[in-house]
């Protein structure tokens, strides 16, 4: 059984920053790319960044230059360093993953984590 269990979320000023974790476990042959959602209240849930393998990126414009997402394939652990941390970033954080499990490659969610900027 493969989980993805998300971290680090919490309360921070604005301006402020955080660093969130996901760590995928279980039957794990390999991860393909890793993304990081989010879903603020009364709101559709938000595609902010994705990662390969390789570690090539993309991220959307609403995010693009305050957060960086990294992984570290050793640890099946995708990151999600945000910085100048603004009130509309306050939502529930969800990391995505495609994961290869017995030669499989399945689409896995997290819990997610809670952010919330206030003043």
């Known amino acids: 059984q493969v989980q993805l269990v998300e971290s680090g979320g919490g309360l921070v000023q604005p301006g402020g920053s955080l660093r969130l974790s996901c760590a995928a476990s279980g039957s794990i042959l390999g991860i393909s790319i890793m993304r990081w959602y989010r879903q603020g209240p009364g709101k559709e849930r938000e595609f902010l960044a994705h990662?390969?393998?390789?570690?090539?990126?993309n991220y959307a414009d609403s995010v693009k230059g305050r957060f960086t997402i990294s992984r570290d394939n050793a640890k099946n652990t995708v990151y999600l360093q945000m910085t100048s941390l603004k009130p509309e970033d306050t939502a529930v954080y969800y990391c995505?993953?495609?994961?290869?499990?017995?030669?499989?490659?399945?689409?896995?969610w997290g819990q997610g984590t809670q952010v919330t900027v206030f003043s």
């Open positions: 990662i390969t393998h390789t570690s090539g990126t």
């Open positions: 995505n993953a495609d994961i290869y499990e017995q030669s499989m490659l399945r689409n896995y």
